[in-house]
């Protein structure tokens, strides 16, 4: 059973193109996040969510949107896709956070975005 | 926010040598101090962590130090194997729990 899983696992679009990746955690955790991967491997927090409502948006820029129908679901749409978005898209899982500990994070597979 | 410090970006060893990793942390309120490892291609995973309450943790090759007075921590990989191999991460948790922060990682080799 996957714990924590993403789709698509590729993406290869245009600049200009609007596109969604999709996640997934059946492990009953409360919080989900997106971390942006990029070339240089550096893995740079985005968005968290708790029970479905955002916690924290690191700036950035408005062309992201998450959306987390369910605390099981979140997902990230991107529009106008620049070629700064080529990277690979992380989601993960935790329990609730306590103060100064996230626990455990649960990643994804990945989502490897290519914007030519 | 918090602010992850993490050195050498590279590190190469020759197999059964051992590999230390130091990170230093800005946020005072953090208490969880993962580690991550994560291979080509894959995602990242844990591999140890430590609580603020505790100074050292070991789980066989692996052993990691905290000192929380200096804000550092750091992760020791004794007698290393080419399986080692990989980019390692630490993390911090910022102050309001809401997020880990990670450092830049480091590329370990391990050469047999």
């Known amino acids: 059973d996957t714990a924590v899983s993403q789709t698509p696992k590729y993406l290869v679009t245009q600049m200009g193109n609007d596109k969604s990746i999709k996640c997934e955690q059946n492990l009953g955790h409360d919080t989900m996040y997106w971390y942006k991967q990029d070339s240089k491997k550096f893995l740079k927090i985005m968005f968290s969510y708790n029970n479905k409502e955002l916690i924290i948006n690191e700036t950035v820029p408005n062309r992201f949107s998450p959306k987390s129908p369910d605390k099981a679901h979140l997902n990230l749409h991107i529009n106008s896709l620049e070629l700064g978005d080529s990277a690979v898209y992380f989601c993960?899982?935790?329990?609730?956070?306590?103060?100064?500990?996230?626990?455990?994070?649960?990643f994804g597979e990945g989502s490897r975005l290519t914007v030519l | 926010g918090e602010n992850v410090e993490q050195h050498p970006s590279t590190l190469s060893v020759q197999e059964g040598d051992s590999a230390v990793i130091k990170c230093t942390y800005s946020d005072s309120a953090s208490n969880y101090f993962p580690w991550y490892k994560q291979e080509l291609g894959k995602r990242p995973q844990l591999i140890i962590d430590i609580r603020s309450n505790v100074g050292e943790k070991k789980d066989q090759r692996i052993a990691v130090t905290l000192n929380k007075t200096a804000k550092h921590f750091s992760l020791h990989i004794t007698e290393t194997q080419p399986e080692d191999s990989a980019v390692y991460f630490c993390a911090a948790t910022n102050q309001a729990g809401t997020a880990l922060i990670f450092g830049k990682g480091t590329t370990l080799s391990v050469s047999s």
């Open positions: 993960a899982s935790s329990r609730t956070p306590g103060t100064g500990d996230t626990g455990e994070l649960f």
